[in-house]
């Protein structure tokens, strides 16, 4: 019988997916609290598939991950997230060998997911171990920052930087930067270490996001939903450079950003050096999904919403047409500042970049 390996800190979520996949009687279930306890149950265990939330108790997904690589490499992997599920604009990409389940979801969803890990198994395709396309949304929804060694038996050994879930440089042989890493991306069958990122590593040299690299996106009607209104990045510098005076002109101007709903920072311009705009993108896309799935918080599409902070006031605007990306603007002001000028500016640069997109 296939023993299946269940990481979750909640204990609670945990027995019950132990619960489900016991009555289908066809596999062998143990479940782990910590990834540290983990790691003991796969060192003296022979799992067929490994199941974990992203953030396990002392252990997160992409450090477990890189464990896997050295000593399991032939063990495929679902990861339980609540971010949202990456969708692969290549068809086969969703049946790999590490596979993403976005909560909440129903126990037959995770049958069908170990099921998929089997049949690779089982058709001898686990050759190909992680690839690199699978692996790097998880770095964008942990926001790491890091030095992420890559090796393959056939390719050799290269790195990828990281601050903040964002990819700023690259390294493999006489390639570097952009080259380097889009060379990277497409690796399959690989080990992987992680490490600190290096003091000299602090200067991004990669225009492309993450997401783009790994052929992905979190919309999984990315590219059928015609309806939706589609921003090109040069849209949207235009129209920030078209209400530059008016923004600095607002009494306490601080710093305006556009991000993607997954915290990605689109553009920005920032006044006061001192406000730290990617710790801030992060902090607001962790507020609003669980505002989001709250039954007590409702953010309805559209919304303003201002949040008062001792030293500055924050006001964060959703346009109520659905973009390709999906976006929010903020815009900072100090304490004392005219936040309602900002949100009326705000509103004013939102109908720029949708009108003219």
Known sequence: MDKVLIIDGNAKHAQSLKSGLDKMRQFEVATASSGNEAIDLIEKNKFSVIV???VPPGMDALDLLAYMTQKRPNTPCIIMTDHGKPWFKEEMAQQSFLYHLEKPFETSSLVSAIFVGLNIRDEGKNYRGMTMASVLPLVEILQKTCRLEVSSKKDGKGFLYFKDGIIIDAHYKDYNGEDAAQELTKWDGVYIKLSELPR???RSR????????AGATWDQNFDTCIERIKLTPERILSAFDTFHDEFNRIKGYQALVLVSENG????????????????????LNNFFSSAENSAFINIDKGETVTLHKQNSIITILKPQHETI???????????NGNWFFMKMTLKKLLDEVLTNS
């Open 206 to 213: 990669i225009k492309t996001s993450l997401m783009d690299m």
């Open 200 to 202: 000299c590593r602090n």
């Open 52 to 54: 974990t939330e992203v």
């Open 264 to 283: 990605q920072i689109l553009t920005s311009d920032q006044k006061d050096e001192s406000i730290n705009i990617i710790r801030l993108a992060g902090d």
């Open 325 to 335: 990306p999906r976006i929010r603007l903020i815009g900072i002001t100090s304490a």
